[in-house]
């Protein structure tokens, strides 16, 4: 299983874009990259996956560099509501074989008025 | 995607005693997870629920402490044995589905006393 890396806080202001930025030098050829959110007192919820290049979706983009040794989640114009730990994982997906999901340290994002 | 109700939301229990932890799912999926997250601390997988055979247990969990039972695709419970404070934490059921990808409850926040 490939290690990642990531910021343990951010702080970011009402209405602008949020970059977070995972490493995962060990990516194996296989591996997708998944980022997950979590409130307090709530499961973590998917919000993106993504193999390589830029994915897009209704809540945030994916950014991954051709060497897949990182990846950065990029949420538009946050909200107060979007203040929660981002996790970022990277790993085999269920159609690939994978068993589980092994979570990192997580960026605990604040979002400020 | 899949939706699961975890039960109990919260409990206080005595040290010694054990708590069953119910997860249900609302559609039959390929694999179940229990995980337990520290207050603040990232998720860290227990032990991989299996129909009808014994669960899959990470480093560190031993059936003993943590038995783990899934009669059928969409029900498992944990047991958290003889309790001690140690064992205060949040503890959460997931399930994944080749469809669905990986969801989660919203945990069972237990604290021993």
């Known amino acids: 299983l490939a290690k990642t890396t990531q910021p343990i806080s951010m702080d970011s202001y009402e209405g602008q874009e949020v970059n977070i930025t995972c490493s995962h030098n060990?990516?194996?050829?296989?591996?997708?990259i998944t980022w997950y959110q979590q409130f307090p007192s709530q499961g973590p919820r998917f919000i993106i996956q993504?193999?390589?290049t830029k994915v897009t979706n209704e809540v945030a983009s994916l950014f991954i560099p051709a060497d897949r040794k990182s990846s950065t989640l990029s949420l538009p114009r946050v909200s107060l509501s979007d203040t929660a730990v981002y996790y970022c994982?990277?790993?085999?997906?269920?159609?690939?074989?994978?068993?589980?999901?092994?979570f990192g340290t997580g960026t605990r994002l604040t979002v400020i008025p | 995607s899949a939706v699961i109700s975890q039960k109990p939301s919260r409990d206080i229990c005595q040290r010694g005693t054990s708590l069953t932890i119910q997860c249900q799912v609302d559609?039959?999926?390929?694999?179940m997870f229990w995980y337990r997250q520290q207050p603040g601390q990232s998720l860290t997988l227990i032990a991989t629920?299996?129909?009808?055979?014994?669960?899959?247990?990470e480093s560190g969990f031993v059936i003993d402490k943590f038995p783990i039972s899934r009669p059928n695709l969409t029900f498992s419970t944990l047991t958290v044995s003889n309790m001690s404070p140690e064992d205060s934490s949040i503890y959460l059921c997931?399930?994944?589905?080749?469809?669905?990808?990986?969801?989660f409850g919203s945990g069972t926040r237990l604290t021993v006393v």
């Open positions: 559609s039959q999926v390929t694999m």
């Open positions: 993504g193999y390589k």
């Open positions: 994982l990277v790993g085999s997906t269920l159609l690939t074989g994978a068993n589980n999901l092994f």
């Open positions: 060990n990516i194996a050829t296989n591996d997708y």
């Open positions: 997931s399930a994944a589905h080749l469809d669905y990808g990986y969801t």
């Open positions: 629920a299996n129909q009808g055979s014994e669960a899959t247990y």
